[in-house]
């Protein structure tokens, strides 16, 4: 009889060793190795938990049969839908079957919120697992988000060899799991939540999905350190990884996608958080510029792409005098600070605004995040506009990227920006000189283009009607 293997593994960052040590050669963490038991090998390389899994679903296993890749039968999959477009398109269209998806976030974001209508959106049956709230709580939320339908089924457990036996036994549509955080697996050392739990409770969802092609979707928690439910541990094993993101003081939820092995990563969905739960903003350009003060200098309008979609964001800044006597105060809200530190510099050197000695804040204004150099120009306008105390026609919007040597340079999708300002009711639009013949194409003779080469042409033009 073959006995079963021991591990240890560091229960702060994942590594693994086949003995114990004081302390962690990856992370340097003292007394963090804990025993993890691997199960004996069964006939055909499996254990006897696998094997079980797999009788029980009647699906034959070949994945230890060498094939030719041009021998493999092509299968074409119908993704599934849940009535929710914003979440679908961040998916690539939709759940793929047999697909392990996380969706990870700060507590009380809305992740449980956001896959309780995804249950409720489903024709068809659906388990929701959750091993943090009562059925009782459950039944309430569901009252709340109209979620009351007979196809949606309630568990509240933590034995994740008990889910999938359940989940077998029923053969849903969905599985939604609440959190991976809370589950146990029987094998496996360490307390729940533990990386040695965690990982062994994803494998078996993982195992499930993969044979009987039911799409699976695990919430997890952002930790401490700001891991996602343990450090990347999950985010390599499962098929996608969404992030859902928001400030405290904003109703609105931005869900991103920064693992898909089935779609796009650049994709986003916007949400807002109402008391009947997650609102689709199809129009998030009016959200972020509703509420903007007129004719108040440091203030700037980009055309910023996330993924597929333009959408208008206000950046402010401000530069204020340095009263302490120290260093100059360099804060950034919403936009990389190192843009920020380039276009204060550019600013300094090209066109001699003595930005040096003063404190300057910018901001995206409604909590949202602008990654792409496209932004550099409402950065440097809004600083600019800011310097000079003088404010910038609200009829302008730009976007371009802007070089060290104050050159503007293009950027992608020009007419699909310079649409969406149109679209608002923009007068002008700074656009960068490669881009011209795009942005003048969207424009027609519904707004002004003004094409710009260099960092001081894009100031004129900014501060200009």
């Known amino acids: 009889m073959t006995k079963d293997k021991v591990a240890y593994v560091c229960n702060e960052c994942g590594y693994d060793s086949s003995k114990w040590m ?3 050669p990856a992370c340097q963490s003292w007394n963090s190795m804990v025993e993890f038991k691997i199960p004996a090998r069964a006939v055909g390389g499996k254990s006897a938990s696998a094997n079980a899994t797999a009788t029980a679903t009647a699906t034959a296993n070949k994945g230890g049969r060498l094939q030719s890749i041009t021998d493999i039968a092509a299968e074409h999959f119908e993704r599934i839908t849940v009535g929710l477009p914003e979440l679908e398109r961040v998916l690539g269209g939709g759940f793929v079957p ?9 507590p009380g974001i809305g992740k449980s919120t956001l896959l309780m209508q995804v249950a409720a959106g489903l024709d068809q049956p659906v388990i929701y697992v959750s091993g943090e709230e009562s059925a009782a709580q459950l039944r309430l939320r569901a009252e709340r988000l109209s979620a009351l339908k007979e196809n949606l089924f309630i568990l509240t457990g933590t034995d994740v060899s008990e889910v999938v036996n359940l989940a077998v036994e029923k053969r849903p549509a969905l599985l939604i799991v609440d959190s991976v955080q809370t589950l146990t697996a029987p094998d496996a050392a360490g307390l729940p939540g533990s990386i040695v739990q965690v990982r062994a409770c994803a494998g078996s969802l993982m195992q499930f999905a993969k044979e009987t092609g039911i799409p699976v979707v695990l919430i997890g928690h952002i930790t401490k350190s700001g891991s996602l439910a343990g450090p990347k541990i999950l985010e390599h094993m499962v098929d996608t990884v969404l992030y859902f993101e928001g400030e405290a003081q904003f109703s609105y939820r931005v869900l991103r996608a920064f693992k898909n092995r089935f779609g796009s990563t650049n994709e986003i969905a916007l949400f807002e958080m109402t008391d ?8 998030p350009s009016e959200l972020f510029l509703s ?9 700037a309008v980009v055309v910023a792409m996330e ?16 009263t302490t006597g120290g260093y100059p105060r360099r804060l950034s809200t919403g936009v990389d600070p190192n843009r920020t530190a380039v276009m204060l510099a550019v600013l300094e050197k090209r066109l001699h605004l003595g930005a040096g000695n003063v404190d300057v804040y910018v901001q995206a204004i409604g909590g949202f995040r602008l990654s792409e150099p496209a932004a550099d120009i409402g950065i440097m306008g809004a600083i600019a506009s800011s310097l000079r105390d003088r404010p910038i026609p609200h009829g302008t919007a730009g976007f371009g990227e802007i070089g060290l040597s104050g050159e503007v340079r293009g950027v992608s999708k020009a007419e699909i920006r ?5 679209r608002l009711g923009f007068k002008k639009v ?7 013949g795009e942005a003048q194409k969207a424009a ?4 002004k283009v003004a094409a710009v080469g260099t960092v001081m042409e894009a100031l004129a033009e900014l501060l200009t009607e």
């Open 98 to 106: 047999g697909s392990l998806v996380l969706v990870g976030g700060e």
């Open 444 to 447: 027609g003779t519904a707004i």
């Open 276 to 283: 009947r739960g997650m609102r689709e903003l199809t129009n």
């Open 291 to 299: 509420g903007r003060a007129l004719d108040v200098a440091g203030s």
């Open 22 to 24: 004081g302390r962690c």
């Open 418 to 422: 310079t649409r969406e300002a149109v």
């Open 430 to 436: 700074v656009v960068p000189n490669s881009n011209l």
């Open 307 to 322: 993924g597929t979609r333009p959408i208008l964001v206000e950046i402010q800044a401000l530069a204020a005098p340095n």
